[in-house]
């Protein structure tokens, strides 16, 4: 094995202080739902957490617009292909941003002529290192998964991974690309970065995946003569197309602009590729047998999440219970669907979207716990002392306390955004809405306000409540960023803006001087009885 591997991954220019995440593209076959949501807003709050950190963060999305099963789904809706993934990119864009995520690069991968020249490129880097060569394939190919599988891999005749449909037998001269060559490489990539992998388990389906023995795929499709040309002109055979899966992969590239632009340079290797468990033998295998191949550094992080079902159900079209994200921020709110989603469903496992628990965090977590506590802080602050934020006087204990507190949230903040566990970061955050409302209940500043005696301790009562709120808003910003700034605005202070968790993020690095009440956060949902 060749030393050079294990130390291509740190490649990238050290003086810039670069983040790059990358989030799956979708097959635009029908319109995004909920079950899309969770890893676009992950990746989403992930890039502004690294922005508040000061760092210069990316993030490339994107449509798989290369797929047979594109060609299909604008054929059973009555229109060319250009025209439904035109509607769907719309359609896509207008989904994303309902949830407050607007990518630095959005990939469309027929549409864009850059991206046509990077997959080239990187299928000529391949074949001048030599792991490209023709060769006859035959095998059960199902237009859904853009993949071929061999006969024990049918379930009852039918694809493995969609019992509607039964694969069709084809067999035809394409290209390979020989991932049998990279199983030790890859094998000893996997050991020396125990996190190349996250979470840690999936490692192992992967690492048992190689030591099985790689197989070689095809990386070329042949046009057929009755159907339209779709897809990546192979560079010197015209008569091919690229596999779908080897330009998609491409688009982590094109979204920083290679081969042309040095730029990329400054961005890769990626911090993260988060995709759904189902492509994880593209990303794992795949993919950085491609980039070895290419003499390109490996990504630091491919980050594999769970599926999402609706109300206890898979999610399909067919069965209807597909949940628009247009529709349900339009109803709840961007910011509570944001939270809901990072909070209530692990990242890492399956979770279930339920109309009635978003409804439970709402009113709980979001009108309860944090709303209230803001507007304690800003109208008591009014009532006692004409709306101007005193400054802490005589700390006791509990202030050494609730201090102690923002510190721990801080932390747990920090370790659930590096492991990509968003939840437990907001669980960290949430730590500190609580304790302040705590605090609150121990101090009474009710009662202090009755006896001018007590005026210092009631400075130091609405002074510290009011530091813990400016750092539980910079903390939940990534989170809910509307939210983090209507928090600011009620301190009177300036929204959140890239580097404040570093340069304001901690306790008496910067003042609430005075408060500006605008009502409550989150007004609660009354449920009806029934649901
Ligand atoms: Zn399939």
Not at 419 to 431: F, K, L, P, Q, V
Not at 459 to 469: I, K, N, R, V
Not at 489 to 497: E, I, R, S, Y
């Amino acid at each position: 094995m060749e030393g050079t591997i294990l130390t291509m991954t740190d490649a990238r220019d050290p003086d810039r202080d670069t983040y790059y995440v990358t989030a799956a593209i979708d097959y635009p076959n029908g319109a995004p739902h909920i079950g899309h949501s969770l890893e676009k807003v992950g990746v989403d709050a992930m890039r502004r957490y690294q922005r508040l950190r000061g760092r210069d963060a990316r993030l490339t999305m994107g449509l798989d617009e290369n797929s047979q099963h594109v060609v299909t789904a604008a054929g059973r809706n009555g229109v060319d292909v250009q025209t439904w993934v035109d509607r769907m990119e719309s359609a896509f864009r207008a989904a994303w941003s309902s949830l407050g995520i607007e990518p630095d690069a959005f990939v469309r991968t027929n549409a864009d002529p850059r991206h046509a020249e990077a997959s080239r490129e990187l299928y000529r880097r391949a074949r001048a290192a030599g792991d490209i060569y023709r060769s006859t394939y035959a095998g059960w190919y199902c237009p859904n998964c853009n993949a071929y599988y061999t006969d024990d891999e049918l379930v009852e005749g039918r694809c493995p991974l969609h019992p509607s449909i039964v694969p069709e037998w084809l067999e035809e001269e394409n290209d390979f690309f020989a991932l049998s060559k990279y199983g030790d490489r890859l094998l000893a990539h996997i050991e020396a970065n125990p996190d190349f992998i996250l979470p840690r388990p999936r490692a192992a389906e992967v690492v048992a995946t190689i030591r099985q023995g790689l197989r070689d795929f095809s990386v070329s499709r042949a046009l057929k003569p009755d159907r339209e040309p779709w897809g990546i002109p192979v560079p010197s055979d015209d008569g091919q197309v690229l596999y779908v899966w080897f330009d998609a992969l491409t688009t982590y590239l094109t979204g920083i602009g290679f081969p042309d632009d040095d730029g990329y340079r400054a961005y890769w290797p990626a911090d993260a590729h988060v995709i759904g468990k189902d492509i994880t033998r593209f990303h794992c295998l795949y993919w950085p047998a491609m980039l070895l191949s290419a003499g390109l550094p490996l990504p630091r992080h491919v980050v594999v999440h769970g599926f999402l079902t609706a109300e206890g159900q898979r999610i399909s079209t067919t069965t209807g219970n597909v949940i628009d994200p247009v529709a349900v921020t339009a109803e709840f709110g961007t910011d509570p669907v944001r939270y809901y989603l990072l909070r209530d469903v692990s990242f890492a496992s399956d979770g279930d979207f339920s109309r009635a628990n978003l409804i439970r965090r709402h009113n709980d977590d979001l009108a309860n716990d944090l709303g209230n506590l803001l507007n304690r802080i800003v109208s008591m602050t009014g009532r006692y002392r004409g709306g101007t934020v005193p400054e802490p006087v005589e700390e006791t204990e509990a202030e050494v306390d609730l201090r102690t507190v923002a510190g721990v949230a801080r932390q747990a903040a920090e370790d659930g955004f590096t492991a990509w566990t968003m939840d437990r970061a907001i669980d960290g955050i949430w730590t500190l809405v609580r304790r302040t409302n705590q605090y609150l209940e121990g101090r009474e500043p009710w009662k202090l306000a009755k006896d001018p005696a007590n005026a210092a301790a009631l400075d130091t009562t609405l002074g510290s409540a009011a530091e813990a709120m400016r750092l539980v808003g910079i903390y939940l910003a990534p989170a809910m960023p509307g939210t983090a700034d209507r928090i600011m605005a009620q301190l009177g202070l300036p929204p959140v803006a890239d580097g404040d968790w570093t340069s304001k993020g901690t306790w008496g690095a910067a003042r609430v001087s005075h408060v500006v009440p605008a009502g409550p956060l989150f007004p609660r949902i009354e449920v009806e009885p029934t649901a």
